[in-house]
């Protein structure tokens, strides 16, 4: 069955510091998709980033980065030098090939960042 | 501009006091579909829709009710609201293609409380 596992419940950290927020996924595919999302406190979802199964290739995006790694089934996301702005509730999701149009969520992280 | 609209943003309604949540999109998207994000269960669906007139159970369906009369709408129906049924509620479209990925387009969220 499918699932996704945010571990960490809330996490609270000071401006500059930087911090991981885990993602573990389950799927008996061997072709599906991997997201975050940002919930900031007026409540949109925004999409951060999508990965593919078959591009394990870190990426970076500014003070962003994701680390993909099948071996582990985790997709951590990193927020290097945070900033109040950060503050946010952040989802990691999943769809599998057979239904890519549903999204499958973890229970989500809330990250605090005090000035 | 592409989106997804949902109203209302806000409502606070009573038990039993049928309501409906429209959504729309102009996107000409085939799947349509709705989420309900609670505290510690991050989203779950709750019905989709494939196309006009093809609608169907998701993960947490019971108490709801949705029509997809027109391609571009997707309301969704509380015959019979619960205080339970007190979430944050969103709608998303997709292309509903079967070729790999289908981004997920999302709406702005709708805050019911029912007391």
């Known amino acids: 069955a499918q699932k996704v596992t945010q571990a960490q419940t809330e996490i609270s950290v000071v401006e500059k510091e930087d911090v991981t927020l885990d993602c573990v996924y389950e799927t008996r595919d061997t072709t599906y998709y991997l997201f975050w999302y940002k919930q900031p406190p007026s409540g949109e979802l925004v999409f951060l980033i999508r990965r593919n199964s078959f591009d394990e290739q870190n990426e970076i995006s500014g003070r962003y980065s994701w680390n993909f790694q099948k071996s582990t089934s985790s997709f951590n996301f990193t927020i290097t030098a945070s900033q109040v702005v950060d503050s946010a509730v952040y989802f990691c999701?999943?769809?599998?090939?057979?239904?890519?149009?549903?999204?499958?969520f973890g229970t989500g992280t809330r990250l605090q960042v005090f000035p | 501009e592409a989106q997804v609209t949902q109203n209302p943003r806000y409502l606070i309604t009573v038990t039993g006091k049928k309501l409906t949540v429209t959504c729309s999109q102009n996107m000409n998207h085939e799947y349509m579909s709705w989420y309900r994000q609670d505290p510690g269960l991050g989203l779950r669906q709750i019905y989709y829709?494939?196309?006009?007139?093809?609608?169907d159970k998701g993960d947490v369906p019971e108490g709801y009710k949705v029509s997809r009369k027109e391609k571009r709408n997707f309301p969704l129906i509380l015959e019979s609201p619960s205080p339970n049924q007190t979430s944050l509620y969103f709608c998303?479209?997709?292309?509903?293609?079967?070729?790999?990925?289908?981004?997920?387009?999302f709406g702005p969220g709708t805050r019911l409380t029912v007391l």
């Open positions: 998303a479209s997709s292309t509903g293609q079967s070729s790999s990925y289908n981004e997920q387009f």
């Open positions: 999701a999943l769809s599998e090939a057979g239904n890519t149009d549903k999204l499958i």
């Open positions: 829709s494939m196309n006009v007139e093809v609608t």
